[in-house]
Nanobody, 128 residues
Framework: QVQLVESGGGLVQPGGSLRLSCVTS????????TGWFRQAPGQEREFVAT????????YYADSVKGRFTISRDNAKNAVYLQMNGLKPEDTAVYSC?????????????????????WGQGTPVTVSS
């Protein structure tokens, strides 16, 4: 079973930056894919970004492209989400998830149903 723990959330002013971390423990898989999702109060879960552990391929939601950067440190079993130019609409609980589907390595899975393991989430609030 794969365990994921997020950290780094908090309160930030519009235009500010935060870096979220997702650390994986338990059984690890060399070719899994990690995704970031977010969910605002009263809204559905939304795809943010994903990265392949083996290839490093990255994919982003249009709403965050150019502002957010996903990266990985395989030696630390960690995935990071650098968020710059934050907007109030970025306010949400951010969760990371892991997928073992091989095709996600190349095609960047963006659907929640394609991920089997989830962290508990870390809240991000963007407000002045």
């Amino acid at each position: 079973q794969v365990q994921l723990v997020e950290s780094g959330g908090g309160l930030v002013q519009p235009g500010g930056s935060l870096r979220l971390s997702c650390v994986t423990s338990g059984r690890t898989f060399s070719r899994h894919t990690t995704g970031w999702f977010r969910q605002a109060p009263g809204q559905e879960r939304e795809f943010v970004a994903t990265i392949s552990r083996s290839t490093g391929n990255t994919y982003y939601a249009d709403s965050v492209k150019g502002r957010f950067t996903i990266s990985r440190d395989n030696a630390k079993n960690a995935v990071y989400l650098q968020m710059n130019g934050l907007k109030p609409e970025d306010t949400a609980v951010y969760s990371c998830a892991a997928s073992l589907w091989e095709y996600c390595q190349d095609y960047g899975c963006k659907r929640a149903g394609e991920y089997g393991s989830w962290g508990q989430g870390t809240p991000v609030t963007v407000s002045s």
